[in-house]
């Protein structure tokens, strides 16, 4: 608290002595919170999940930006991709810096770049400018998205972060979902102006940050937390010796490629093949991703025990590509939803998969961020490939749905990583 224009540490009793609040327990601290810390960590998942649909509704642009830029196929791949290739290459370095910083002031800049990168995305006249601002919007991603660990290992107990990831997987879907079904009114509603489209967004992602601002808040590092930064050289190593940690994240390698091939192409297949408008085509990406929301939301909560988690993973893996072959194939729209809601429910494996950076045992709030950041590096690996992928086997092919074809198999690695998860035993340190 702030006392005649000083920052004094607030104090809690404990066995009868006024102890630092930076000195006590995570689990005092939490009983402290109360309900806040579900308003803190709901505010920055509308944030975040903002942030990914402005990333994730280019496809939809993209008929109208090709055709005002003369971007050729290969261009389009780039341009796509280009956000999660600095994820890529940046996450880990990233995080590993970041993360001794607050995350009320990290999500604050971040959001900050944010609202600028949209804003140059609009003002852009030629390809390369617009790559700059897609790639900075992705430096902004990537940094902000360590706050979330740090959030969450602050806030929450390891039994509470599953509940936590599900409730963001739900308004992931909400927003992203959203977003996809009313981004190509908003395009037609601006004249298919889409620069006016990036300026709409800028204003509302900086809307969200003074937002943040006002509500945003952060905890006082627990002891553990204090005595941790003495171990800061040995983040990353002991991260990565866990097996589950890079069995995590070859499932979400496979689901995030395919997924990002389909959000940059699905709606010019679906164009170029007089199937759907733009409009049914965000109608059916929308579908899947709403419902991925409540389908993760259920994953959490029927993912009980490690055999059943496995299981699960196996089976949504298989419907994952059956459903991404059929939208590839499908000639009606009525089907197409009928298949997205089947991909939605495919994408319900996202919480189980997200959560194993937080339970990994023996690791301190910083290193699962640091693991975090493996995962979200190989996933980005996924979305920054699938796009450029398309690309390739489109000049390969001469044929746009054989490309998407090709691709979809590679979802097959989300069985993959439920055959192999092995489950970890223990509590992590630091909570």
Known sequence: MLTGGRRVLDTVPVHGFQRCRCMIGQEELQRAAGRYRWAVITLWTL???????????????????????SLSPGQQGLLASAPFWTSLLLAIPLSTWVSRYGPKALTAVTLGLGVL?????????????LLLGRMGFGIGITARETARALLARQ?????????????????????????MLVTPFLLASMGNDWRK??????????GLTLLWLAVGRERPPTQEQVQEAAVEPRLLRNVVRHRDLWVASL????AGFVRSAFLAFFPTLMLESGRASL?????????????????GLAAGYLATTPRRTKAMLVALGALMVASYVGMALAGSVPLLVLLAFA???????FPLLVTVPFQLPGTTPREAAVAQAVTMTVLAGGFALGPVAVSLLRGAFADLQ?????VSMVALALSAAGMALQGSPGEPRGI
């Open 47 to 69: 944030c975040m999940t903002s942030s990914y649909m402005m990333s994730e509704t280019l496809g939809l642009l993209l008929p109208a930006i090709s055709a005002d830029l």
């Open 117 to 129: 990168f949209l804003f140059l995305q609009g003002w852009a006249s030629n390809l390369g400018v």
């Open 155 to 179: 806030w929450f107990s390891s039994q509470e972060v599953t509940l936590v990831n599900g409730i963001g997987s739900a308004l992931y879907s909400l927003i992203v979902g959203g977003g």
């Open 197 to 206: 489209v990036f300026y709409t967004f800028g204003l509302f992602l900086a």
């Open 251 to 254: 499932g979400l390698f496979g």
């Open 279 to 295: 409009q049914a085509s965000g109608t059916v990406l929308a579908v899947a991703t709403l419902v991925s929301g409540a389908a």
């Open 343 to 349: 991909n939605g429910v495919a994408w319900g494996f």
């Open 402 to 406: 054989a490309a998407l074809l090709a």
